[in-house]
């Protein structure tokens, strides 16, 4: 059925708990695990009042970067706990469901398998929901775990 399962996170407890559900479903299916973080650099803006300098902008896309990595080795361990093949991938990509689609097909993965945080009412308006854009564009199969 699933040989490759993406499984992307943002280190929130919801999908922390979703990648657990993900290895375990490799570890039945006796499918590998593709791991992501997509980190969303912040770009530069200059004007005669910019705020913030490049180096600033940079300090904050590497700490970013390494958050990125901490979340998907979090997960690499469950992983291994379970003796599930594990590949880790931070990427930078903008917008992160399409940061999501494009690991997906370079990694030639089979399904989806993401949390959602089930966000409602304004604040879902106001932060929409990169699982629910996820299932809007994507050409694969998409598990949302609650």
Same mark, same amino acid.
């Given at each position: 059925?699933?040989?490759?399962? *993406? ?5 929130? #407890? ?10 375990? *479903?490799?570890? =039945?299916l006796g499918a590998k695990v593709i791991g992501c973080f997509v980190v969303e650099e912040v770009?530069?803006?200059?004007? =005669? ?35 599930? #093949? ?8 903008? #917008? #992160?469901?399409?940061?999501? =689609? ?19 009412g304004l604040n879902k308006l106001m932060m929409g929901s990169v699982a629910q854009k996820v ?12």
């Amino acid at each position: 059925m699933f040989k490759r399962i *993406l499984i992307p996170t943002d280190g929130s #407890p919801i999908a922390i708990k979703a990648a657990k559900a993900g290895i375990a *479903l490799a570890k =039945a299916l006796g499918a590998k695990v593709i791991g992501c973080f997509v980190v969303e650099e912040v770009q530069p803006v200059f004007g =005669a009042r910019a705020m913030v300098s490049q180096q600033m902008i940079d300090e904050f896309n590497q700490s970013n970067r390494e958050a990125g990595q901490r979340h998907v080795d979090a997960i690499g361990k469950i992983a291994a706990r379970l003796g599930v #093949p594990f590949t880790p991938v931070v990427s930078r990509d903008h #917008p #992160p469901h399409e940061g999501i =689609a494009n690991v997906a097909k370079k990694h030639k993965c089979d399904v989806i398998f993401m949390g959602t945080h089930g966000r409602s009412g304004l604040n879902k308006l106001m932060m929409g929901s990169v699982a629910q854009k996820v299932l809007m564009h994507s050409a694969l199969p998409v598990l949302v775990y609650r």
